[in-house]
């Protein structure tokens, strides 16, 4: 049996940890110039991804 391809987007956007997977926030890439400090200070923590998204990213992700 051949090995199983990873998603390779989702291996950059993904990073497994003991109780899920933990995303980047949205909304922090451009147009800032708008937004308040306080909402980008916000933004630039990691966030766990909701529960029913953990199928989908454990079919992208088989060996993570």
């Known amino acids: ?9 989702a291996a950059k956007r993904f ?3 003991a109780s899920g997977f933990k995303r ?5 890439r ?6 308040s400090p306080k909402r980008i200070r916000q933004l630039r923590s ?5 529960a029913s998204d953990e199928a989908l ?5 088989p060996y993570a």
């Open 57 to 61: 990213v454990k079919r992208m992700l």
């Open 46 to 50: 990691m966030e766990q991804i909701h």
């Open 1 to 9: 049996m051949p090995k199983m391809k990873s998603n390779r987007g």
């Open 15 to 17: 990073k497994k940890t």
């Open 24 to 28: 980047k926030q949205a909304f922090k």
């Open 30 to 35: 451009h147009i800032l110039t708008k937004k």
